[in-house]
């Protein structure tokens, strides 16, 4: 009898030293499930509190055993002071000390979620080009872009100051003219000045003397169409009527009873060289015509009228813009000098490239040094969305966003020296966070290549990419964290390069993948952690 007795402590002692090894392990265990829950609430990004408390139970359920019987219907999740937490309580039974009417013991976990208490300055620079309209290509960025934005929306006190900007581009950028006028200048339009010489930037300069040197196109006799014939081949000279560019001639090929008619007219058509021939003949034969006295032999002829043309030659003209420009459409890739501002115009508020270095530059632009003013333009597009300054007002931004219209070619190097523009403390665009722990975050985005700058049009990308290579090398020296994402199209090599590293480039083949592009983003950016 008194061995039975001294059994019973030595059973509660191993026994409850079972049970409280499997309470520590439940605990354990329910702690672990519970960090992951406010990760993933944390993560969320959409605005709907009742999924992100269904995705957090969820979470929360698939990582615990079923021998922890946790009730998730209550409400685990809440969120203060911008931190979310995730509370769970449970009891472990504890058979072995349920002989000292132990049934159980009581388990509460909790789990914290923070993110880097930082000031952020992050700019949005994305493209607004017309191949934006494809694939669902804008509306997919509208809807990643707002949900990004929700994410860094919703502080409260004692948050550090979060803002946000947007720069729209296409080969230019808008401004609101009321408030950043002052910030750009009076620059010459190559092609509506008559002294080349006043022109101060260099490549403008050539671009004016090159335009007053434009002569006429001539035509290439050794091109001309395969069914020109050998008589069209002899005729064809570059200053020959009817084969230099506005004249026509005919020219009579005759024999003994005869003669062909050959006549040519050379044109323009667009920007399309032609040269059409026309064919006509006639011909004479001795004919017997009697007569009441006998008869004799006349000489009769007939013409044939001309037939319809020929076409004998067709050759694109390739030479320069001779004249301002008020509008450019997609097709129309010429370097876009063409657009500076006239006196006579009005000023609708787009701007192009700065004089170089300037524009791929920081610096702030200044009255009395000329090359540093944001030259006017007209605006080659008219739906272009004005860049917006740094705000903490993400809802207005938010509608912003909304208002993007995809229209005109690409020039990505105005827009990341926009982004740059935006981070400055100067006008027009001040506003940017003076904390030194400030962190900035620029994001391009861009689905296709470089067509033209201020300079540079048409099959001239690599010059484009070289100034944009330039750009992003300048923003990385401000300590600008720079993400690239290349939505399907567009120069990959360029892109990564322009990255911070090769971590901070996407490479992006559907616009459906932009939501989760832009939620992997801010979650780095705003690193997201477990606190407790």
Known sequence: MMVAIAVVPLV??????????????????????????????????????GERERLA?????????????ADLTGTNLTKANGRYTYALEFAVETPFLSLMRVTSLDVAVTAVSARANIPLDIVLVLDSSGSMQNDSRMSELKSAVKLFLDQFAGTEAGDAKVQAALIPFDTQVRLDSAT????????????????????????????????????????????????????????????????????????DDCGRWSCSTYYYTAYKSGSTYLIDRYYTYS????????????????????????????????????????????????????????LILTQSETWSGCV???????????????????????????????????????TTDLATLKTK???????????????????????????????????????????????????QNRWTGGNQAALIDARTTLACGNAKLMNVELYTIRLINGNEALLQGCATDANHYFSVTSASQLTETFREIAERVLRIRIVS
């Open 12 to 49: 509660l002692s191993i026994g409850g030293g079972v049970d409280l090894a499997n309470v520590w392990r439940s605990k354990a265990e329910a702690q672990a499930a519970a960090d992951s829950a406010v990760i993933v609430a944390a993560k969320y990004v959409g605005t709907d509190t």
């Open 57 to 69: 139970d969820m979470y929360m359920q698939a990582n615990i055993g079923d021998d922890i019987d």
């Open 180 to 251: 950043m006028g002052t910030y750009a200048g009076n620059a010459a339009n190559p092609y509506a000045t008559t002294n080349c010489a006043t022109i101060s930037d260099a490549t403008d300069r050539a671009a004016c003397t090159a335009a007053q040197a434009v002569q006429d196109p001539v035509v290439d006799c050794t091109a001309l169409n395969w069914n020109a014939s050998s008589f069209d081949r002899s005729k064809c000279g570059p200053l020959t009527d009817g084969f230099k560019l506005g004249t026509a001639r005919a020219w």
């Open 283 to 338: 011909s004479c034969e001795w004919v017997w015509v009697s007569s009441r006295w006998g008869g004799s032999w006349d000489l009769v002829c007939r013409d044939v009228p001309y037939g319809s043309a020929t076409r004998i030659y067709s050759a694109t003209i390739t030479t320069p813009a001779t004249t301002p420009l008020t509008t450019k459409n997609n097709d129309t890739e010429t370097a876009n000098n063409d």
């Open 352 to 390: 192009i490239d700065r004089t170089q270095p300037y524009d791929v530059q920081n610096d702030a632009p200044l009255s009395a040094i000329a090359a540093t003013l944001y030259p006017k333009a007209n605006c080659g597009v008219g739906t272009l969305l004005a860049v917006q300054p740094l």
């Open 401 to 451: 966003v909304d208002s993007m219209q995809p229209s005109g070619n690409t020039n990505i190097t105005i827009g990341v020296q926009w982004g740059m523009e935006a981070f400055t403390p100067t006008y027009p665009l001040a506003g940017a966070n003076t904390d030194a722990r400030t962190q900035k975050v620029m994001i391009v985005l861009t689905d296709g290549n470089n067509t």
